[in-house]
């Protein structure tokens, strides 16, 4: 079974501070995935990234794949309390429909 | 276009008894997965379901089933309840994603106590 590690666990930081949030298999995915869940709902898709080395922005957050496709990071740039939640990233490991979740990051932003 | 609805959204059964949980996917989306979450184990995936076919099946014990309609939607089953089984349910439809990765939509979620 594969394992998706996730670093931090739990991050409380002040607002507009910027954070990095890591996610770490020794397994290869085919693509890997970044969610966000908010308590009491789904987790909700920020990103798919698929070729190594593969690097997205949205807004002010920055998306990289590794150039082996084993780990992803996730940088939030002058963090806003809207940002609270629990991130989730989200291996596939072959194409298909069964993704592998990490660990979770659970962010506080506090203003 | 609707979101992913899951049918009841807080259920609290005691130990013993079964449960049935609902879910409709995205207009178009053929695809569904289950997955458990709790604090403790995280998300795990639980099955997909495809065209009606259970596709992939995670490694949960045989008291969990789920079966997927000519229409997409989907219900899964948990019988004789155990305390541990408390937890969120979550399911997803699926879209592709250019190059064959699957981007996953999620309902809110059933909030599912056993007592």
């Known amino acids: 079974t594969q394992l998706l590690e996730q670093s931090p666990q739990f991050l409380s930081i002040q607002e507009g501070e910027n954070l990095t949030v890591y996610c770490n298999s020794s397994?290869?995915?085919?693509?890997l995935q970044w969610y966000r869940q908010e308590p009491g709902e789904g987790p909700v898709l920020l990103v798919t990234?698929?070729?190594?080395?593969e690097v997205k922005k949205l807004k002010r957050l920055t998306f990289q794949f590794g150039d082996a496709r084993k780990d992803s990071s996730l940088h939030i740039t002058a963090a806003q309390p809207g940002d609270t939640g629990l991130y989730l990233c989200?291996?596939?490991?072959?194409?298909?429909?069964?993704?592998?979740f990490g660990t979770g990051t659970r962010l506080a932003v506090r203003p | 276009k609707a979101g992913v609805t899951q049918t009841p959204r807080y259920l609290i059964k005691t130990r013993g008894q079964q449960v049935t949980l609902s879910c409709s996917p995205i207009?178009?989306?053929?695809?569904v997965s289950w997955y458990q979450q709790t604090p403790g184990q995280g998300l795990q995936f639980l099955f997909e379901?495809?065209?009606?076919?259970?596709?992939n099946k995670g490694n949960f014990p045989g008291r969990f089933s789920g079966r997927q309609f000519s229409n997409s939607r989907s219900e899964m089953n948990v019988s004789t309840l155990e305390l541990g089984d408390s937890a969120l349910y979550l399911c997803?439809?699926?879209?592709?994603?250019?190059?064959?990765?699957?981007?996953?939509?999620f309902g809110p979620g059933t909030r599912l106590t056993v007592l």
């Open positions: 990234v698929v070729t190594g080395g």
């Open positions: 997803a439809s699926s879209s592709y994603f250019s190059g064959g990765a699957a981007e996953q939509f």
């Open positions: 397994s290869v995915f085919s693509s």
């Open positions: 989200a291996g596939d490991e072959s194409s298909g429909d069964k993704l592998t």
């Open positions: 379901y495809f065209s009606e076919t259970q596709r």
């Open positions: 207009s178009g989306h053929r695809s």
